[in-house]
């Protein structure tokens, strides 16, 4: 009798233990899986420009400090804390902090994650900065420092990799998931990290109830397997809970692949009328809740997925000239940011063409702004079929612009040669309406590392040579009308 019992304690302990692992693996699985793919829908809904922006002003005063005066998070209690974090404090005023930590806490209130935050690992001094923090409450300001080590992140050192999701406790000991995801910007290049801290005490709450009860119900078992004779035992222990520990083993399997729902224990269909099937149900009952948990957040990822894809098409489409399809001045922009970079680091190799469209108001006043619309898409498909290997803008009205890079930099005289005989022949073209024979000029220049230190110097370069080539093409015009009279 002695030994049925320890065998019954035995198979109820491993019972026990696998479904506490069982468990445990569900939430680091699906709750980390989930909060990855949170930070990276965050990563890529915030606004690219503005974290460039709030790094800099952060970075800038960061490295102005001399090492005496910094003081990490954990010394908030030593002299000199509040007076490190007045040094950035302006950075808060600013108008792209204020929208990152709006979008933050509108995530973070369509998400109930605890908290959202963008930072910047600083792996030369091993400190993690804080940009922007989006806690309604214990708000760590621009400038907090952290420990930062290579073990934080996924792969050690590689700050493209992401953070490793980390099991850990909140200041008031909750239990959270933390991880975090790189942001970057156009070229791919890693500009900060978006983090996020998810509180899963709720499941925590939820694993330890049904914990107990289990627990309960087999201490209970133990006691009556000393009457029990071993048919019972066989019958209606030993059967019933090897079910239950295959089910637990199999739950995570389950996690993995269906994501409408998981019923291991639902389906075991267990009467036997005592304590394994008092036990069958409340794991039943907590299947059935973490079920609907997983269902919730499911759907909260689903709701960020859409507002991710909604985000991304609306930003494309405010870098897009809507009559002409080609990038708008707001592109050039970003573009024109991009290049003063490389200017800075001294790999810059490119060229600024400017187009002029001749006439359009006279287009306009004569046949109406339609054609004049017409006319200035006609233009544009010149220039693109000209310069296919270089990004177009439309920069004004009337005007546009070519960032010339590779082999149109390299061949740019006889791509203006090229240009200006399209021109030529519309305007030659005797079947085509007025408003279609259009004429436009050209001017282009290319950076000068000895000579040019911004993208502004080639800019002018060029508008000054487009203007000398509509003054030439005028008199050329008039010259030859004097002929012909």
């Given at each position: 009798?002695?030994?049925?019992?320890?065998?019954?304690?035995?198979i109820?302990?491993?019972?026990?233990?696998?479904f506490?692992?069982?468990?445990?693996?569900?939430?680091?699985?699906?709750?980390?899986?989930?909060?990855?793919?949170?930070?990276?829908?965050?990563?890529?809904?915030?606004?690219?420009?503005?974290?460039?922006?709030?790094?800099?002003?952060?970075?800038?005063?960061?490295?102005?400090?001399?090492?005496?005066?910094?003081?990490?998070?954990?010394q908030?209690?030593?002299?000199?804390?509040?007076?490190?974090?007045?040094?950035?404090?302006?950075?808060?005023?600013?108008?792209?902090?204020?929208?990152?930590?709006?979008?933050?806490?509108?995530?973070?209130?369509?998400?109930?994650v605890?908290?959202?935050?963008?930072?910047?690992?600083?792996?030369?001094?091993?400190?993690?900065?804080?940009?922007?923090?989006?806690?309604?409450?214990?708000?760590?300001?621009?400038?907090?420092?952290?420990?930062?080590?290579?073990?934080?992140?996924?792969?050690?050192?590689?700050?493209?990799?992401?953070?490793?999701?980390?099991?850990?406790?909140?200041?008031?000991?909750?239990?959270?998931?933390?991880?975090?995801?790189?942001?970057?910007?156009?070229?791919?290049?890693?500009?900060?990290?978006?983090?996020?801290?998810?509180?899963?005490?709720?499941?925590?709450?939820?694993?330890?109830k049904?914990?107990?009860?289990?627990?309960?119900?087999?201490?209970?078992?133990?006691?009556?397997?000393a009457?029990?004779?071993?048919?019972l035992v066989?019958?209606?222990?030993?059967?019933?809970?090897?079910?239950?520990s295959?089910?637990?083993?199999?739950?995570?399997?389950?996690?993995?692949?269906?994501?409408?729902?998981?019923?291991?224990?639902?389906?075991?269909?267990?009467?036997?009328?005592?304590?394994?099937?008092?036990?069958?149900?409340?794991?039943?009952?907590?299947?059935?809740?973490?079920n609907?948990?997983?269902?919730?957040?499911?759907?909260t990822?689903?709701?960020?997925?859409?507002?991710?894809?909604?985000?991304?098409?609306?930003?494309?489409?405010?870098?897009?000239?809507?009559?002409?399809?080609?990038?708008?001045?707001?592109?050039?922009?970003?573009?024109?940011?991009?290049?003063?970079?490389?200017?800075?680091?001294?790999?810059?190799?490119?060229?600024?063409?400017?187009?002029?469209?001749?006439?359009?108001?006279?287009?306009?006043?004569?046949?109406?702004?339609?054609?004049?619309d017409?006319?200035?898409?006609?233009?544009?498909?010149?220039?693109?079929?000209?310069?296919?290997?270089?990004?177009?803008?439309?920069?004004?009205?009337?005007?546009?612009?070519?960032?010339?890079?590779?082999?149109?930099?390299?061949?740019?005289?006889?791509?203006?040669?090229?240009?200006?005989?399209?021109?030529?022949a519309?305007?030659?073209?005797?079947?085509?309406?007025?408003?279609?024979?259009?004429?436009?000029?050209?001017?282009?220049?290319?950076?000068?590392?000895?000579?040019?230190?911004?993208?502004?110097?080639?800019?002018?370069?060029?508008?000054?040579?487009?203007?000398?080539?509509?003054?030439?093409?005028?008199?050329?015009?008039?010259?030859?009308?004097?002929?012909?009279?």
């Amino acid at each position: 009798m002695f030994t049925m019992i320890l065998i019954i304690s035995l198979i109820s302990i491993i019972a026990l233990l696998l479904f506490t692992k069982a468990t445990k693996d569900i939430i680091r699985s699906e709750y980390g899986t989930y909060c990855t793919d949170l930070a990276s829908t965050v990563a890529s809904s915030v606004n690219v420009s503005d974290v460039k922006s709030v790094k800099r002003d952060v970075m800038k005063v960061y490295r102005s400090l001399p090492e005496s005066a910094v003081r990490i998070s954990d010394q908030e209690d030593e002299p000199g804390y509040s007076e490190y974090l007045r040094y950035y404090a302006h950075v808060q005023h600013t108008k792209e902090f204020s929208s990152l930590r709006n979008t933050l806490r509108k995530i973070q209130d369509a998400s109930h994650v605890q908290c959202l935050y963008i930072t910047w690992p600083d792996v030369a001094t091993g400190r993690l900065i804080y940009l922007v923090d989006g806690a309604y409450v214990d708000n760590w300001p621009a400038g907090t420092l952290e420990e930062l080590y290579d073990s934080d992140f996924k792969n050690d050192g590689d700050i493209t990799s992401g953070f490793n999701i980390l099991l850990g406790e909140d200041d008031e000991g909750g239990r959270i998931i933390t991880t975090a995801m790189p942001i970057c910007d156009s070229y791919g290049q890693v500009i900060a990290y978006a983090g996020l801290d998810y509180s899963i005490e709720a499941i925590m709450g939820l694993q330890l109830k049904y914990t107990l009860i289990v627990l309960v119900i087999l201490a209970v078992l133990a006691a009556l397997a000393a009457f029990t004779a071993i048919w019972l035992v066989d019958r209606f222990i030993v059967k019933p809970v090897n079910k239950l520990s295959e089910a637990a083993v199999g739950y995570t399997k389950d996690v993995r692949k269906d994501t409408e729902g998981f019923h291991r224990f639902a389906d075991l269909d267990i009467h036997t009328g005592d304590e394994i099937e008092t036990l069958a149900d409340s794991i039943t009952k907590m299947e059935h809740d973490m079920n609907s948990h997983i269902a919730n957040l499911l759907s909260t990822r689903n709701e960020l997925d859409k507002s991710k894809e909604y985000a991304e098409e609306m930003e494309k489409r405010s870098y897009i000239d809507a009559l002409t399809g080609v990038r708008n001045k707001r592109s050039y922009d970003s573009a024109i940011e991009n290049l003063r970079a490389d200017i800075t680091q001294k790999v810059a190799r490119f060229g600024i063409a400017i187009i002029d469209m001749n006439d359009l108001k006279h287009i306009n006043d004569s046949y109406g702004h339609d054609h004049g619309d017409e006319a200035i898409v006609t233009v544009c498909r010149v220039i693109c079929d000209v310069f296919d290997h270089s990004p177009v803008y439309r920069y004004g009205g009337d005007e546009f612009v070519v960032l010339l890079r590779n082999r149109d930099l390299e061949n740019i005289d006889d791509l203006v040669a090229e240009f200006r005989s399209g021109i030529d022949a519309l305007g030659r073209d005797p079947d085509s309406s007025a408003w279609e024979r259009v004429s436009a000029a050209i001017g282009y220049a290319v950076f000068d590392p000895g000579s040019d230190t911004d993208t502004q110097s080639v800019f002018e370069r060029a508008d000054r040579e487009m203007y000398r080539d509509k003054k030439e093409a005028k008199a050329a015009a008039e010259a030859g009308n004097g002929a012909e009279e």
